[in-house]
């Protein structure tokens, strides 16, 4: 038998922030292959034709990489409330990203989001869930 020791939810919920991260970074590389996209970036025809909308879109994405510290190093009331805020944000965020995406170029776009969503349900059902202190 195998050892499966149980994984404090502070590290789980960081675990999956980061998880979540990767799909975003992946998510914008892979969007470079789609055609003209790499053309509108140089001519500056894009949804981040701002220096107020770059921003805006880094203050959003800052917030996922803020969690993986902040899951481990925040108190557990703190943590739990942002986890389940942040998370539910994100989730719906995502979601409104996936049905706005479905075109045959994007599609890797929508399973990306997908994904991002049931990863920060997840975070919000751990956040939820979060182990209470037993009673002596």
């Known amino acids: 038998m195998l050892d499966n020791p149980k994984v404090n ?3 789980k919920l960081s675990v999956l922030w980061v998880s979540v991260i990767f799909c975003y970074l992946y998510g914008d590389y892979f969007e470079l292959y789609v055609p003209e996209k790499v053309n509108n970036l140089l001519t ?5 034709d701002s220096p107020t909308k770059l921003l805006i879109a880094s203050i959003v994405i800052a917030i996922p990489s803020i969690m993986v510290a902040l899951s481990i190093i925040l108190k557990p009331k ?13 989730t ?23 994904l991002e ?18 009673s002596d």
């Open 117 to 134: 969503s049931l990863i920060t349900s997840l975070i919000v059902f751990y956040a939820w869930k979060w182990p209470r202190k037993l």
């Open 78 to 90: 703190i943590n739990r409330v942002l986890n389940i805020i942040f998370g539910t944000i994100f």
């Open 92 to 114: 719906l965020m995502m979601l409104l990203i996936a049905i706005n995406s479905l075109t045959p170029w994007y599609s890797f776009y929508v399973f990306l989001a997908i």
């Open 9 to 11: 939810i502070k590290i």
């Open 44 to 48: 500056g025809e894009n949804i981040l």
